[in-house]
């Protein structure tokens, strides 16, 4: 396995926990934002955004702006 690959095998549930924290914080903040909120929409909208964002961060990668960090 190569070495960049056991670090983030390594790491990988630090990484999950960090995006779950993200989620829930966002979550969070609709809440506070819109007390009477449709819990299950603003998930759904959250995870939209955020998947906007992997998205981003995947064509990012794929066009090498991240081959050298």
Do not use: S
């Amino acid at each position: 396995m190569d070495p960049v690959e056991k670090d983030i095998q390594a790491r990988k549930e630090e990484i999950l926990t960090e995006v779950r924290a993200i989620f829930k914080a966002n979550m969070k903040f609709t809440d506070w934002n819109v007390p009477e909120a449709n819990d299950r929409l603003g998930a759904e909208l959250i995870i939209g955004v955020m998947q906007e964002a992997l998205d981003t961060l995947k064509k990012d990668v794929e066009e090498g702006k991240y081959d050298i960090y």
